[in-house]
């Protein structure tokens, strides 16, 4: 069986203004399902992922066909190729977020007023979280996943090139709602290949959207950012530093820069910019920059790195504000951390930075001043990530500074109320 | 001695540009300025707006005297009108704040992950703060007060009426920021009435600006509410309930709804509709409304409501939509709390709502069911308010989902970061 692409209808406003509606009313199911429901959907979800991985695997390889006449790189078909591994691994995910606490109803603060009221914060869900991504066919399931265990409903769109793995994975999910007896208008994924979908996501779709979270590369993320009328939870650059201070061990920096490289290139949370306290060039610089350049990392250095190796070549004014995910670094000696700061603050893109050293007041200084969603002291940038924090699961890392910022896990998908217990207090 | 009016530049827009990107620098300074500048700050501002007190006044005449000549409302002179006394009260006003705790550098959450790692989350500033308000003076020094305090900067676009004297309690902030010695950028005043200024506010000055305020009318608040492309932290409407329960105690129910209705009639958490549960509409329904009649507030009731007095008018369909912030109620008898829970959900504007009962699964249902950023049990709606929850001061209240929600005070214009301890740590 293949799975049938669903008739495209031909008023697309029409068809968005339905799905946000329908998104808006399950929301209010889905605020206040118990936390059981929410988990056996969660099961029912994993198990129709395997029951169903013959179709899923079938329609990716549609999608995998199309996209190679069309010309794909390899790295595009790898993002989109899904193989039996990698649907095992969706439905995995699938149980590992439902092992994850539920953060609906959680009582973050409680005091209580000198006349005797009681006032809690207590977390509840955001409403309806739209999420629009390009060609990894899991995300449809784990921001399905992360958004249902969170209490929200989520308009999922997906991109071209795996429209038909989504549409196929998305059938399991609603498969999974029902079994639970949640609405399958919980998870919605949009039918329709048509651009103009993404448009009218941004514009709110008449109020029913409350977040939007862009999953992709820079194109759309900056497309998202500029257009969306709605709250975006993103980040553009993770243009991340790591500063080797004078006080650094070098064994330690060592081992932290490499990792922080190296480990993956193409994470956002990966270092591109090395920083080194010119008190201690004559001693790390080199080291350091031999020991990237042996693992095959190309060092675009400023005028104090070309000449501590003859390997390093010269870096450009673009190449302090470039996130190159890829084996490249920029590196540069700068006047202890003050410099640092600085030039983090002029570069950098408020994700994650990190420094090296053991004096315990220039550690203070750079975690109180660099002005990143996370700062990290004698640690790797590439912990940037909610499974590192322990919230488990993430649908994103965002930059920006209001509600969410870093890693966007369950809690963080969640706002708050206050409820005041009273015994019949007036206000004065 | 007269204010003077600052010159009007021409180019508006090369005027608003300067304003944002002075005050992102000294955003940056404000949010490293430890607690006692601030307070030392704040101490000095207030000091300076008592030693300024008759320029500030004369000021005052000035806009009063060109209100009156326009035929302004007496409801809006008295908003605009200074006496010494409501100077000393925005003197203490300061003080207040002052002896609020600073927010910034609070550790909110910290925990240790099972590689030793530390990760603290810490409260930082939000940055640069808009405040667009209309005709009261006195928002000039609460609202510069109460974003010093929590480190940000911030851009005040006072009312026309009360140009003259914003433009002079502004002079006094200015010099208070300059005896402590931090940027007087951080306070700035809009210099000019051109309406213009607005609406570069609302487009976000070129990215210097993080969040907008609203503080005025509805007309202001929908504008800003439409045509920001920056967060907003506002309400629209107060359209609050009091649900007096079939298990409430009828005194306990009219000592809340008359505080609820008639304590203040024109704040954001005066209640707009009573609603009565059928099961006691023949004992409690007559006394409520009564009370409310016999206090001089008009009541507008459906078939039910209308019987049980003659004297209650009959409600339209918009009256239960309607914030009358005025001495009129809209009053209907519902089926019970699910009745209740439903008729707020579809004409609530999810700010303050309350249950009167003595059934704890009731209240629980109420308290968990109605989104509304405050839901009470047994307490006055009228508790709305950031002063009552504790928090000190409030810059107003929002009814949006993101960030902040409930009332805005010093912590809710703060955003925080993620601080990282290691120890040498890397991913595998």
Redesign the interface.
Known sequence: MTVPLKAMETDIAATMRGIGQRARAAA?VL??APTTKKNDALDAMAKAIRTHARNILAANAEDVAEAERAGATAALLDRLTLTEARIEAMAAGLEAVRALPDPV?SVTEC?T?PNG?T?ERVR?P??VIGVIYESRPNVTADAGALCLKSGNAVILRGGSDSFRSSVAIHAALAEGLNTAGLPEDAIQFVPTRDRAAVGLMLAGLDGHL??IVPRGGKGLVARVQAEARV?VFAHLDGNCHVYVDKAA?LA?AK??L???KM?RTGVCGAAETLLVDRAVAATHLQPLVAMLLEAGCEVRGDADTQRADARVKAASEEDWNTEFLDAIIAAKVVDGVDEAIAHI?RHGSHHTDAIVTADQNA?EKF???V??????????T??A?GG???FGAEIGIATG???A??PVGLEQLC?????????????P
């Not at 206050?418 to 007036?426: A, D, I, K, L, S």
């Open positions: 209010r605020a206040l109803g005091w007023r009221m006032i509840v955001l409403g409350d977040v709250p061990d330690m081992a932290i490499f990792n922080a480990r603050g550690a975690l109180a001043e002005d990143s969603a996370i700062v990290l002291h004698n640690a790797s590439q912990f990530d590192e924090f322990g500074r209001m509600h910022r870093g706002t708050f109320k206050y409820r005041v217990r009273g015994t019949g207090q007036t206000r």
